[in-house]
């Protein structure tokens, strides 16, 4: 595997359920993101870890709950979503959260709640 | 507050037909700017980073310029294989945080 990789690629769940979404970087990055990207709106920033120390919480819902247990994996918990969460969720990862540095995306994992 | 405005939001363009798409944004002291090119289904792709006023990029058939107030990324010839929506980026407070435009889909076609 190379870059960085998401699973699953696609979800669909209940407004009850609890999912997770995983993300993992094979380019020996120390920061990784979280963006969510619904249709006809722009890339949203969710969250920044740096060196699995979460930096930033960009005013997400406490129904969203980020993990990063090391450098390398990101996971997104799930549970009791809403319809308007349905969305394609994008990992990143960059060499650090210095300004500047670039972000690699992920595929993305698209997302629907019924 | 820093912002990001991209246009048009929509272009078409016959093959070989050269244009150029573009970023206007405001922001309180320029940290980076950065295009991404993303195909449909998919994560976005990087393509250019600029980081002062002046500076241009060149990868194959695309250019990417910067004044104190916006970005061109501009297409030469392009080709139907360029089509896809392209994406402007500012860094926009700490923690290396990117602000995304709506991007402009562009469609070219043979």
């Known amino acids: 595997e190379t870059g960085v990789t998401q699973t699953p690629r696609h979800l669909v769940m209940g407004m009850t359920n609890k999912k997770s979404l995983k993300c993992e970087q094979h380019l020996g990055h120390n920061a990784m993101y979280w963006y969510k990207q619904s249709a006809k709106k722009p890339l949203e920033l969710m969250f920044v870890y740096s060196l699995e120390e979460r930096v930033e919480n960009n005013s997400v819902p406490s129904r969203f709950s980020p993990e990063c247990p090391n450098s390398s994996h990101l996971f997104l918990h799930l549970h009791t979503l809403q319809p308007e969460d349905s969305a394609l969720y994008l990992c990143a990862s960059s060499q650090g959260v210095g300004e500047g540095e670039t972000q690699y995306f992920g595929p993305g994992t698209r997302l629907l709640v019924l | ?110």
Request: glycine share 10%; aromatic share 10%.
């Open chain 2, 1 to 110: 507050e820093d912002q990001v405005t991209q246009s048009p939001e929509a272009l078409r363009l016959q093959e070989g037909e050269s244009s150029s798409l573009n970023c206007s944004y405001t922001v309180s002291g320029l940290r980076g700017l950065f295009w991404y090119r993303q195909d449909p289904g998919k994560g976005p792709e990087f393509l250019f980073t600029l980081y002062s006023a002046g500076e241009e990029k060149e990868k194959e058939r695309l250019k990417a310029t910067l004044t104190k107030k916006e970005s061109f990324l501009h297409i030469t010839a392009p080709k139907p294989e360029d089509s896809a929506t392209y994406l402007c980026a500012l860094v926009s407070g700490g923690y290396n945080k990117l602000i995304f435009g709506a991007g402009t889909r562009l469609a070219v076609h043979p």
